[in-house]
């Protein structure tokens, strides 16, 4: 399998992505809202992996509804207890969360479709509907 070749602008994207996970994350502590929350990948896992398939041009669109996801996720995490923290935290080490609602649908569609299987509501309860999108999308 050959390497991909990318776009100078592409390539550019992937550095600055690294050295945020390389100096900035440490720095705040590599806890990423929406992985706590879902599962599956930090945002700039997911980033890494837009700019890859989609290229830099697509990656503002959808790293920023991957961002508004990511601050509802957050905001959902701050409301918990501690005993629903607890029990999130269970059920993804015991492996008994649909893996839809841990986002293994979070790949954009081909029309640029919404990037996760539900949306969070003000009470952290999410519709699930990953039937609608089509996961395996390739961007060329």
């Not at 050959?2 to 945020?20: E, K, M, N, S, T």
């Not at 954009?108 to 609608?132: H, K, Q, R, T």
Request: proline share 4%; with cysteine.
């Amino acid at each position: 399998m050959g390497a991909i070749r990318l776009r100078p602008v592409d390539a550019a994207g992937l550095v600055l992505i690294h050295a945020y996970r390389r100096w900035l994350s440490p720095r705040k502590g590599f806890a990423c809202p929406h992985r706590l929350l879902h599962g599956g990948d930090s945002c700039s896992a997911y980033g890494l992996r837009v700019i890859r398939r989609a290229g830099v041009l697509r990656f503002r669109l959808l790293m920023q509804r991957r961002f508004a996801a990511c601050r509802a996720a957050a905001k959902v995490i701050g409301r918990e207890t501690k005993q629903q923290r607890r029990d999130r935290r269970n059920a993804f080490r015991d492996n008994t969360i649909d893996a839809c609602a841990m986002s293994a649908c979070d790949v954009p569609s081909c029309d640029l479709g919404p990037l996760d299987c539900g949306v969070a509501d003000g009470a952290g309860v999410f519709d699930v509907g990953c039937g609608n999108f089509d996961c395996a999308c390739d961007f060329g």
